[in-house]
């Protein structure tokens, strides 16, 4: 909600939305600054101008605010994703490459989003399987979303007659959505450096695409 559109809300609820709106604010200026870990609940409740007590009644925890802010950052970068996808299938040339083009190109910018924050990025990812939060629920309907996205990209390159028609597109779709996880959630323990995301990605996903084209197309 816009300021302009809490200034015509009620007193009292102008009053809680500006408090939510601050918390906010300061969640995701001081995770953008220091890691999560190091983000204590004082210093959250001191950059919003709440108490702690204020504070615990807008979100029950730290991990919620981390939740609530890279939800909706999610929902804007993907959005622009979509955009970008239904602008590109609307106005190139239809071959296989092309269809995969426009796969590679959903990761590459997943990739980009997860390279502003990297170790915030993958926590967020990390507690979307979480099933006590409305918000970790919020960020599984995200990956479906991305799923989706892919499965209907593969769908329509099988209805031009680009790709395998004896190919399940949801399945393929979602393995291609558990290479990016993976790739994310193995890094630390690997040892491998967020820059490297979208190579490791990029030739995981090849080798899962480029064996579905058709000959010659």
Not at 17 to 37: H, N, Q, T, V, W
Not at 159 to 173: T, W
Request: charged residues 30%; glycine residues 6%; aromatic residues 8%.
């Amino acid at each position: 909600m816009s300021d302009a559109e809490i200034e015509h809300l009620p007193l009292r609820e102008r009053a809680k939305r500006k408090k939510a709106k601050s918390i906010r604010e300061a969640a995701e200026a001081l995770f953008s600054e220091k890691p999560f870990a190091e983000v204590t609940t004082k210093e959250l409740a001191e950059r919003a101008g709440v108490g702690e007590a204020t504070l615990f009644r807008y979100m029950a925890n730290k991990t919620e605010l981390l939740l609530l802010v890279y939800s909706d950052k999610m929902d804007e970068a993907f959005g622009a994703v979509e955009s970008q996808d239904a602008q590109v299938a609307a106005t190139e040339k239809k071959d296989a490459s092309s269809y995969l083009q426009r796969v590679y190109s959903v990761y590459e910018a997943r990739c980009r989003f997860y390279l502003e924050d990297p170790e915030n990025s993958a926590l967020y990812l990390r507690e979307g399987f979480r099933t006590d939060s409305a918000l970790g629920l919020r960020a599984v309907e995200q990956g479906d979303r991305c799923i989706r996205l892919v499965e209907s990209i593969l769908q329509e390159g099988q209805d031009a007659g680009y790709i395998l028609q004896s190919i399940d597109s949801e399945l393929v779709a979602q393995n291609c959505h558990g290479i990016y996880m993976h790739e994310i959630d193995r890094a630390p323990v690997r040892g491998y450096t967020p820059e490297s995301i979208w190579e490791r990605v990029k030739a995981r996903l090849e080798v899962q695409l480029e064996p579905l084209t058709l000959p010659g197309t």
